[in-house]
């Protein structure tokens, strides 16, 4: 399956952004689906995830409450809402795609399937 993001850009802190991502070449409805970041000289971390038919969504703390993960399978689309962006919040956003199947999602190298990454950067 093809990942390919988008919605990033520049936000004051306090705004708010909205992620996309758009799948193909598979049947989107069967991949649990995650959203990871990657701050200059820090490793890449989990934000959310969301399993294939939307009923159960995890997030890391540092974005409870602020973030919100959804998908539309009829659109082949992944989503992540963004609310009350910080300048920590600032990194390159990746989604990711996976048939693993068990109780915690936050591993990257749980993933089979990345898009290239959409930059947010959020100002002070």
């Known amino acids: 399956v093809q990942l390919v993001e988008s919605g990033g850009g520049l936000v004051q802190g306090g705004g708010s952004l909205r992620l996309s991502c758009a799948a193909s070449?598979?049947?989107?409805?069967?991949?649990?689906m995650g959203w990871f970041r990657q701050a200059p000289g820090k490793a890449r971390e989990f934000v959310s995830s969301?399993?294939?038919?939307?009923?159960?969504?995890y997030y890391t703390d540092s974005v409870k409450g602020r973030f919100t993960i959804s998908r539309d399978n009829a659109k082949n689309t992944l989503y992540l809402q963004m609310n009350s962006l910080k300048p920590d919040d600032t990194a390159v956003y990746y989604c990711?795609?996976?048939?693993?199947?068990?109780?915690?999602?936050?591993?990257?190298?749980?993933?089979?399937?990345w898009g290239q990454g959409t930059q947010v950067t959020v100002s002070s």
């Open positions: 969301i399993d294939g038919i939307g009923d159960s969504s």
């Open positions: 990711a795609a996976t048939l693993y199947v068990g109780s915690d999602y936050s591993h990257p190298s749980q993933y089979h399937y």
């Open positions: 070449g598979g049947t989107f409805s069967i991949y649990t």
